[in-house]
């Protein structure tokens, strides 16, 4: 992603020189790009991501985000926050430790992907520089034949993944294709670059002019909020998030769920620049007034005054199971919001068209489809047809929609 | 808690106990045994209104010993403090016979019981676990992720939260050292609420959990806050804080930890690490179709009546929660249970509702058994209309009331449900 950022201009060499000598300081030369998006001192020193970071970048075509999630294991309740915010992802797979990514959280990212509603994927095949031989196109092939199957088991259509054979590090066909003298002149016979795949893949919702993002506007604003923070001295309170529907102004008065406090807008930003207004779609920055800090929180959501959205303490959810379920405690993920909750009751499994097929069971079994009552303690915003992550253990259990 | 003094029958089960609790502990063996329509004697302070001779009224607060028939308790773990509500059933010179009164029943001041339908074996078994002397575990659990804590005291028969601390930490972000020092604050005020819980004279084991590195920072925190003052007491906890990873900062995982072989080689054998060893071998016996674990009441009565609970591996798991029965029948129904699979050669384990283990007992119904041989399909047949209901609300009561760690009887709460159906 460094690189990637790098190739468009949005960070500059200097800073990279700059990483690249913190980096080497610390004895993790390698990982100067990295530092582009893991900025806190803990995330370098220790060598992983906590969460996710966010970095804009544009080319002629569109304006990007990218929201680099972690990777490891405990941090997946961000990685679904950040997951959540997004449009398409980009699946970087090291082609030499296949094996051991796969092991790891490569299968359950894939799921949470797809069970937060991401359609198009980008698989990036990475360091192809450093197989043996180098660049070989066999060992790519390899590599997309098991990925595919992979992602076709969580449920996303071939046409909707690329495959994009490049390195990180050297840069080879991230921006530019390799040139005919090359190794891997093979690539631009067949293959994009990393950034053109990106720009053919943004899916038609997030496109201004269909219609499925006409509708998007018209309807009540609802955001939710994954950071609440200091914007500046003359902003005390910001709250940053992913407009989800409806669109939102300077001027505005709006309600923020659970607490019910209303804010006014003062400034907004999108993308880090300010601006007037704000639509669904874009990740932006309100910054508000009229309100106290102790009302809000993460994963809290900002919506129209007119249509706040309800707050409820249970519901009912459509899923698809991925582990043995009881009735029993987990935990619950709506976007960047992540609270406490108990599955109080099984209520039936169901077929493919969502009819009956089994009433009360007694436990849910892997691969099945049903509907569950989940309770929860405290109030929590929620819509209809609103996506849900269930989690125990430090393992996805199940996920859904809610009905 | 100790027995003062009992006269109980062997054969009908008759007769009273003397009980004198010790510990905040005892008051919840308290509320296990006594059910209405028992009698109860304690001490009590009365208001009085006395008429003198002339006519003036005054005011007068008496202590006087009251016997009440219970009608209503109220238990409340946090403040230890157990509310017996009833009705005076025994001749008082300052009371009149059948007007209301609230004993509360405190640390080291006797008081006597009579059950009305005598004591049958649940409640036997509660009295010898009450006045059981041996040492009781107990320790302290700050459960925690990045913005949240949650401050546990666990005993044998307990998990109590005592605070819950949350506070919005910003998202790390380049060049801000906002979310250090919110980090800072927020372990400050975890830190300071937890002194003020712990008794550091006699300091027990500290547990932190968190995901991730959340609670080895805390005991760094800790450790720091140890060194800079002059809090002799604090040193002396250094030792006994162990750190253990949890899958999430919510009070749910808490169990997890407890039961995982790291945190039980540290804290030894301990009631709740067997009740949980157990629920889990429950679960993953559910969770791999196999036919000998069943749950909820129908079923496992079902069960018990085929005579598959008994001896060679037949064991009954019951919620204490469903012993606390306002309807004597209920109650009534589940001792018959649990003698019917003592009769049988089976075991019978108790859980208690305010530790998780029972917790998840309790969604599922309050009972369930593992039998000694599989037994097909137990749930087939008609879901009768009533039952639905009497479980649902059994399952709705037991859920709400473990919600808010109150024992609240005789009050029915409405729980907001909306279905979007």
Known sequence: ?403 | MRLIKQNIERKTGEGSAVLLPEEPEDLWHAYNLIRPNDLLRASAIRKVISESGSGSRSNERVHTTLTIRVTKLDFDPQAAQLHVSGRVAEENKHVKLGSFHTLDLELQRNFTLEKAEGWDSVALDTLKEAVNQDAKVQLWAVIMKEGLANICLVTDHQTILRQKIESNLPRKRAGSTEHEKQMQKFFQTTFDSLLRQLDLANPKPLLLASPAYTATHFQSFIKAQAASGTNKGLRELLPKITVAQSASGHLHSLNEVLSSPAVTAKLSDTKFARETQLVDHFFTLIRKADNRAWYGPRESEKAVEQGAVGKGGGVLLISNGLFRSQEIEVRKRWVKLVDEVKEQGGEVRVLSSMHESGRRLESLGGVAVICTWPIEDLDDGEVEEEDEVHENGEVDEAWHENGDGHGIEGRVEHVEDIDFA
């Open chain 1, 1 to 403: 992603m460094g690189r990637l950022l790098l190739g468009v201009g949005a960070v500059s060499q200097r800073d990279i020189d700059k990483y690249q000598k913190q980096a080497s300081e610390m004895g993790k030369a390698s990982f100067a790009l990295a530092w582009v998006m893991d900025t806190s001192a803990e995330e370098r020193e220790r060598g992983i991501t906590f969460d996710f970071a966010q970095h804009h970048f544009s080319t002629p075509k569109s304006d990007f985000t990218i929201l680099d999630a972690p990777g490891h294991r405990d941090f997946v309740p961000n990685m679904i926050g950040g997951a959540s915010m997004a449009d398409m992802a980009v699946l970087v797979v090291d082609t030499n430790q296949l094996d051991s990514g796969m092991k790891g959280q490569t299968r359950e990212h894939i799921l949470l992907a797809k069970a937060v509603g991401l359609k198009k994927v980008v698989v990036a095949v990475n360091k192809l520089d450093a197989s043996t031989p180098p660049w070989s196109q066999q060992l790519f092939e390899t590599v997309q034949t098991d990925i595919k199957k992979l992602l076709a088991t969580s449920g996303f259509a071939d046409e909707d993944i690329k495959f994009i054979p490049c390195s990180g590090l050297s840069g080879t066909n991230v921006i530019n294709a390799p040139k005919p003298s090359s190794p891997a002149a093979w690539i631009p016979k067949s293959h994009f670059t990393l950034l053109q795949a990106l720009e053919r893949s943004i899916p038609a919702p997030t496109k201004p002019t269909t219609t499925a993002a006409q509708e998007l506007l018209k309807q009540p604003l609802r955001m939710q909020i994954i950071d609440v923070f200091r914007g500046s001295i003359t902003n005390p309170l910001s709250v940053a998030g992913r407009i989800a529907s409806g669109t939102v102004q300077i001027g505005d008065i709006v309600t923020i769920q659970p607490s019910g406090e209303k804010a006014a807008i003062k400034a907004l930003d999108v993308s880090d620049e300010p601006r007037e207004y704000a639509v669904a779609g874009q990740i932006c920055t309100l910054h508000l007034s009229d309100i106290e800090a102790q009302h809000l929180r993460s994963g809290d959501v900002v919506c129209s005054s007119q249509h706040p959205v309800r707050v409820v303490k249970s519901c009912t959810v459509l899923i698809e199971v991925l582990e043995a379920l009881l009735p029993q405690p987990v935990d619950v993920h709506f976007g960047r919001l992540h609270v406490p909750g108990r599955i109080s009751q099984l209520v039936e499994t169901v077929d493919g068209e969502g009819e009956q097929m089994k009433r009360r069971p007694r436990v849910l079994k892997a691969g099945q489809r049903a509907r569950v009552r989940v309770g929860f303690e405290e109030g929590v915003p929620m819509v209809v047809g609103e996506r849900v992550v269930l989690r125990s253990a430090g393992v996805t259990v199940a996920y859904g929609r809610v009905e």
